[in-house]
């Protein structure tokens, strides 16, 4: 843990508290492979997961310093939010290949920016509620900025939640009914309704917030669950799986215990699992841009298959 920790504040850039997701760009997923990405930008779907971790380890500047980042960042009109963002809040991170160098391993192409920057992923709402309703939960506190910010982003929400995204993957094979994406836009609207009940806020904006809810509930449950293999699907009216189904029971949609829940872990252990690590998905299945890339095993999903074994 120290060691992950210590990795954490080596990413982090002090003046202004952003986090970037890795020191590197274009290292190959598979050697040889064109997966090769520029992750030297700091992605809002990381917020929860980093805030968490170092409120956990006690580090309340660093996680203030990160939540005010997050703030400054997704500041404006909704439908401008980008998904990552350079350290100091750089909008512009356009993405160039460069021809002229061989690449890791010769891996090609070496890539500066990302493209992904463009990209509608719904997730990243949830991911954003939920990093806010836990820094209000550990004490960082919630002022009315915070609080405005939050209510301007789930009417955003309310809007666009039945659309078509990118999704987790960010793939570039076109937009897709991500199950995981409408599961996260659901809990943009759960932790909000917690939100307003730590706050001691009551009225029909919150009776009306809990009621998407449900109805984003029940669809999710019912477009994206297939009864016959008992397992919730990569997309709505898909048969393929993905390893982002695993985080249902973590961020509270169903219990780890619910029937539908052990259905998609023993699914996934069976067809996404290769010798204890998970893939993201059959790439022969999902439409992802990169038809002759294949994808290789990925770490946090193995972590997230560990929860439930």
Same mark, same amino acid.
């Given at each position: 843990?120290?060691?992950?920790?210590?990795?954490?504040?080596?990413?982090?850039?002090?003046?202004?508290?952003?986090? &970037?997701?890795?020191p590197t760009t274009s290292l190959p997923e598979r050697m040889g492979?064109?997966?090769?990405? =520029?992750?030297?930008?700091?992605?809002?779907?990381?917020?929860?997961?980093?805030?968490?971790?170092?409120?956990?380890?006690?580090?309340?500047?660093?996680?203030?310093?990160?939540?005010?980042?997050?703030?400054?960042?997704?500041?404006?009109?909704?439908?401008?939010?980008?998904?990552?963002?350079?350290?100091?809040?750089?909008?512009?991170?356009?993405?160039?290949?460069?021809?002229?160098?061989?690449?890791?391993?010769? +891996?090609?192409? &070496? #890539?500066?920016?990302?493209?992904?920057?463009?990209?509608?992923?719904?997730?990243?709402?949830?991911? !954003?509620?939920?990093?806010?309703?836990?820094?209000?939960?550990?004490?960082?506190? +919630?002022?009315?900025?915070?609080?405005? &910010?939050?209510?301007?982003?789930?009417?955003? &929400?309310? #809007?666009?939640? =039945?659309?078509?995204?990118?999704? !987790?993957?960010?793939?570039?094979?076109?937009?897709?009914?991500?199950?995981? +994406?409408?599961?996260?836009?659901?809990?943009?609207?759960?932790?909000?309704?917690?939100?307003?009940?730590?706050?001691?806020? #009551?009225?029909?904006?919150?009776?009306?917030?809990?009621?998407?809810?449900?109805?984003?509930?029940?669809?999710?449950?019912?477009?994206?669950?297939?009864?016959?293999?008992?397992?919730?699907?990569?997309?709505?009216?898909?048969?393929?799986? =993905?390893?982002?189904?695993?985080? !249902?029971?973590?961020?509270?949609?169903?219990?780890?215990?619910?029937?539908?829940?052990?259905?998609?872990?023993?699914?996934?252990?069976?067809?996404?699992?290769?010798?204890?690590?998970?893939?993201?998905?059959?790439?022969?299945?999902?439409?992802?841009?990169?038809?002759?890339?294949?994808?290789?095993?990925?770490?946090?999903?193995?972590?997230?298959?560990?929860?439930?074994r």
């Amino acid at each position: 843990m120290l060691r992950s920790l210590i990795t954490l504040k080596a990413l982090t850039y002090s003046p202004t508290g952003g986090v &970037v997701a890795a020191p590197t760009t274009s290292l190959p997923e598979r050697m040889g492979g064109v997966r090769n990405w =520029d992750y030297r930008y700091c992605w809002l779907r990381d917020a929860t997961l980093t805030l968490l971790t170092l409120l956990d380890a006690g580090y309340t500047q660093e996680a203030q310093a990160w939540r005010d980042w997050l703030l400054r960042a997704v500041a404006g009109e909704p439908d401008e939010l980008q998904i990552l963002y350079g350290v100091a809040g750089e909008r512009r991170v356009t993405e160039l290949e460069l021809p002229w160098l061989p690449g890791f391993a010769s +891996s090609r192409p &070496v #890539r500066i920016g990302n493209a992904a920057v463009g990209q509608f992923q719904l997730d990243v709402f949830g991911e !954003i509620a939920d990093c806010l309703y836990h820094a209000l939960r550990h004490g960082v506190c +919630s002022d009315a900025e915070a609080w405005d &910010v939050s209510v301007h982003l789930l009417r955003f &929400v309310e #809007r666009h939640w =039945d659309q078509p995204d990118e999704g !987790i993957w960010e793939v570039r094979g076109g937009r897709q009914q991500f199950t995981h +994406s409408k599961v996260m836009a659901w809990v943009a609207m759960d932790r909000m309704v917690k939100t307003a009940d730590l706050r001691g806020m #009551r009225g029909a904006q919150v009776e009306h917030w809990k009621a998407l809810r449900a109805q984003m509930h029940a669809d999710i449950c019912a477009r994206g669950y297939d009864t016959r293999r008992n397992t919730f699907t990569q997309a709505f009216g898909s048969q393929a799986l =993905d390893a982002s189904l695993l985080l !249902i029971p973590m961020v509270g949609f169903l219990p780890p215990d619910d029937v539908r829940v052990r259905g998609t872990v023993e699914a996934v252990r069976r067809e996404l699992c290769h010798d204890g690590l998970v893939r993201r998905y059959h790439t022969h299945e999902t439409r992802d841009g990169l038809l002759r890339a294949k994808a290789s095993s990925w770490r946090a999903a193995s972590g997230w298959r560990t929860r439930w074994r």
